[in-house]
């Protein structure tokens, strides 16, 4: 699973607390709470003013800046957090085999969760098969991640011309 730092802001948080994510109101259950002092403790619960490491169980819910809520929460203001990024440069990225579709998925998905300023959505074309569309913010942004699905994950990868949205007035 996911491992998240979180900034208790306010009331507290247990193991086998049922939570949501404020994003998607996506429901999962704590599974693992730690301190970091300076190697990992874990603990059962943690309150307000701490930050601890968060463990919900399985990959997804939630993105840098988002905002961890449990079941009974009545509350409706949302804190400030991370602002929202506007992606300028779309491109797909493709598998060179299709075989190798799931190792590059699980490449992607990896990388997305360190870098928050990435979005993914799934594309296809006819003449290369299942693949992403993924947004940067611009063409240094996508060369370096392009660069450590490679390094890193040693996933190869086909990527289509980028595209930059506009509007015509």
């Known amino acids: 699973g996911v491992l998240c730092l979180a900034y208790i802001e ?6 086998g607390q049922t939570v949501k994510w404020r994003s998607d109101l996506k429901q999962q259950t704590l599974k693992y709470l730690a301190l970091l002092r300076p190697s ?3 603990i059962e619960k ?11 169980g399985p990959k997804g819910g939630g993105s ?5 809520l449990s079941l009974t929460s ?8 991370a602002p929202t990024v506007k992606h300028m440069v779309y491109a797909g990225i493709f598998p060179a085999d299709q075989s190798q579709h799931t190792q590059l998925s699980d490449a992607i998905k ?3 969760l360190n870098d928050s300023a990435v979005s993914v959505s799934i594309d ?5 098969g299942q ?4 947004g940067f913010l611009g063409l240094l942004h996508l060369d370096v991640f392009t660069q450590r699905l490679l390094q890193e994950h040693k996933a190869e990868a086909i990527l289509t011309a980028p595209s930059v949205p506009y509007k015509i007035k």
């Open 131 to 134: 693949g992403w569309r993924i």
């Open 40 to 42: 990992e403790e874990p």
């Open 10 to 15: 306010s009331g507290s948080i247990q193991v």
């Open 74 to 81: 009545a509350e409706t203001t949302k804190v400030a957090s």
């Open 46 to 56: 943690a309150v307000a003013g701490q930050v601890v490491m968060v463990g919900c």
């Open 64 to 68: 840098v800046g988002d905002e961890l």
């Open 124 to 128: 296809s074309s006819p003449a290369l």
């Open 110 to 112: 990896k990388l997305a």
